[in-house]
């Protein structure tokens, strides 16, 4: 069974840091693109970022632009999203999410092309 997990959500004040873990288990997500959405209360589900399988680009929504880092370490089957200067408005259920094709440079935006989903990590900033 295939399985993501993500983990390091929590509380934060406006302007701290927070990093997001998402661990694939079941099967490795080496060869795949990755990406990481959010949904807050009450809304749909938007794109956060998203990093093809060989990390040789990265592509950020224009609400996290220079805020947030994605990045994956292959060898541990892990993907990360490094959150700084946190706002009030990145409070949501953040989900990481794989597509099942292998080996594409491109970094995909649509959550309805991803295939593969975790159960998601709440992040709440205060104000």
């Known amino acids: 069974q295939v399985q993501l997990v993500e983990s390091g959500g929590g509380l934060v004040q406006a302007g701290g840091s927070l990093r997001l873990s998402c661990v694939a288990a079941?099967?490795?997500?080496?060869?795949?693109?990755m990406g990481w959405f959010r949904q807050g209360p009450g809304k749909e589900r938007t794109f956060v970022a998203a990093?093809?399988?060989?990390?040789?680009?990265?592509l950020y929504s224009d609400s996290v632009k220079g805020r947030f880092t994605v990045s994956r370490d292959n060898d541990k089957n892990t993907v990360y999203l490094q959150m700084n200067s946190l706002k009030p408005e990145d409070t949501a259920v953040y989900y990481c999410?794989?597509?099942?094709?292998?080996?594409?440079?491109?970094?995909?935006?649509?959550?309805?092309?991803?295939?593969?989903w975790g159960q998601g990590t709440q992040v709440t900033v205060s104000s």
């Open positions: 999410a794989a597509r099942s094709s292998i080996f594409e440079i491109r970094a995909v935006t649509g959550p309805d092309m991803y295939d593969y």
């Open positions: 079941g099967r490795t997500f080496s060869r795949n693109t």
């Open positions: 990093i093809p399988w060989n990390g040789s680009r990265t």
